[in-house]
């Protein structure tokens, strides 16, 4: 079953009207996208996803709340391409949720947990080339290390990146829990029960394979252009890695440039192209938490198009 977190709290941010067109980054199994095909009478819903079992799923689903939409299957790092294909330049709302959904998680074999045995896979898109399989058996210790350490925030990087390179000179790495036991083995038990560097290392891998923070920084100025005014986006994060991008970029088109600060004239171009919904991140609320522990690390952040 797929919950879809915060679910109310992001679509009425992005206030949708009946005959607007909306894009949902993040189809995923059309939990927020049902939500907003629910309110658009002649508007129209254009969805992303790169997991073709999501899009089947959702395709379903979502015909039978309404024929308007499409489906497109791409990163939504191609978004304005993609929209710009479709003879759309201008949106009234972009939905992002960045988690992964729970079929993913929970469908061993797409290897994302840390917790079933499955070949070491994480590829979102099943047609890409690179997988946590090559990752962890290609990559040197440094790189290792360094990805590690950036995107799983883990302090004994080093120590469990020497450990793997050690390891794959008999034979490679192939399976999840085969990285588990090197994980394990590498900080020792008792580090390991206490603060579960597995969590962080996978997150790592995830991050890496699917190139998600890179494609955050990308499409969120992308999507703030494609915003008509009073256009809106809602943003659900769920780790803070993703969250500082997230505040960072929405901080940045949301100020005046240095350079013009006081002034009494700032040239249009040097005017808050946004401004901030929510300064603080909306959390999930207490009925949701003890609904759905997955909620637990999620951050919603809305802005709207000036």
Same mark, same amino acid.
């Given at each position: 079953?797929?919950?879809?977190?915060?679910?109310?709290?992001?679509?009425?941010?992005?206030?949708?009207?009946?005959?607007?067109?909306?894009?949902?980054?993040?189809?995923?199994?059309?939990?927020?996208?049902?939500?907003?095909?629910?309110?658009?009478?002649?508007?129209?819903?254009?969805?992303?996803?790169?997991?073709?079992?999501?899009?089947?799923?959702?395709?379903?689903?979502?015909?039978?709340?309404?024929?308007?939409?499409?489906?497109?299957?791409?990163?939504?790092?191609?978004?304005?391409?993609?929209?710009?294909?479709?003879?759309?330049?201008?949106?009234?709302?972009?939905?992002?949720?960045?988690?992964?959904?729970?079929?993913?998680?929970?469908?061993?074999?797409?290897?994302?947990?840390?917790?079933?045995?499955?070949?070491?896979?994480?590829?979102?898109?099943?047609?890409?080339?690179?997988?946590?399989?090559?990752?962890?058996?290609?990559?040197?210790?440094?790189?290792?290390?360094?990805?590690?350490?950036?995107?799983?925030?883990?302090?004994?990087?080093?120590?469990?990146?020497?450990?793997?390179?050690?390891?794959?000179?008999?034979?490679?790495?192939?399976?999840?829990?085969?990285?588990?036991?090197?994980?394990?083995?590498?900080?020792?038990?008792?580090?390991?029960?206490?603060?579960?560097?597995?969590?962080?290392?996978?997150?790592?891998?995830?991050?890496?394979?699917?190139?998600?923070?890179?494609?955050?920084?990308?499409?969120?100025?992308?999507?703030?252009?494609?915003?008509?005014?009073?256009?809106?986006?809602?943003?659900?994060?769920?780790?803070?890695?993703?969250?500082?991008?997230?505040? #960072?970029?929405?901080?940045?088109?949301?100020?005046?440039?240095?350079?013009?600060?006081?002034?009494?004239?700032?040239?249009?171009?040097?005017?808050?192209?946004?401004?901030?919904?929510? #300064?603080?991140?909306?959390?999930?609320?207490?009925?949701?938490?003890?609904?759905?522990?997955?909620?637990?690390?999620?951050?919603?952040?809305?802005?709207?198009?000036?």
């Amino acid at each position: 079953m797929h919950y879809s977190v915060m679910l109310s709290e992001a679509i009425e941010g992005l206030n949708v009207k009946k005959d607007g067109i909306y894009v949902d980054g993040t189809l995923g199994y059309a939990g927020h996208s049902s939500e907003i095909l629910k309110r658009l009478k002649r508007g129209f819903l254009f969805a992303f996803d790169q997991d073709k079992e999501a899009i089947t799923y959702s395709e379903k689903k979502l015909s039978e709340i309404s024929l308007n939409f499409k489906i497109i299957h791409s990163n939504f790092k191609n978004l304005k391409e993609k929209l710009h294909d479709e003879g759309v330049d201008k949106v009234d709302g972009i939905m992002f949720d960045l988690g992964l959904s729970s079929p993913q998680i929970d469908d061993a074999s797409r290897g994302f947990s840390f917790m079933n045995e499955a070949k070491l896979d994480m590829r979102m898109n099943k047609e890409a080339k690179k997988s946590a399989y090559d990752i962890i058996n290609n990559y040197s210790k440094e790189e290792l290390a360094k990805i590690f350490f950036e995107y799983g925030e883990e302090k004994m990087s080093n120590v469990i990146a020497r450990k793997i390179v050690d390891y794959r000179k008999n034979k490679p790495i192939e399976t999840t829990t085969e990285l588990v036991e090197i994980i394990k083995s590498s900080v020792g038990a008792n580090y390991f029960f206490k603060s579960h560097p597995e969590r962080e290392i996978f997150q790592a891998i995830r991050i890496e394979v699917n190139d998600e923070l890179k494609v955050l920084e990308e499409v969120l100025p992308d999507a703030i252009d494609l915003l008509k005014k009073g256009g809106r986006i809602s943003v659900i994060t769920f780790h803070s890695l993703e969250d500082r991008i997230v505040k #960072k970029i929405f901080k940045k088109y949301s100020e005046v440039d240095e350079v013009f600060k006081g002034m009494p004239d700032i040239p249009i171009a040097y005017q808050p192209k946004i401004k901030l919904i929510n #300064k603080k991140p909306i959390l999930p609320s207490e009925k949701e938490l003890s609904e759905n522990s997955r909620s637990k690390s999620a951050k919603l952040r809305i802005i709207e198009r000036l």
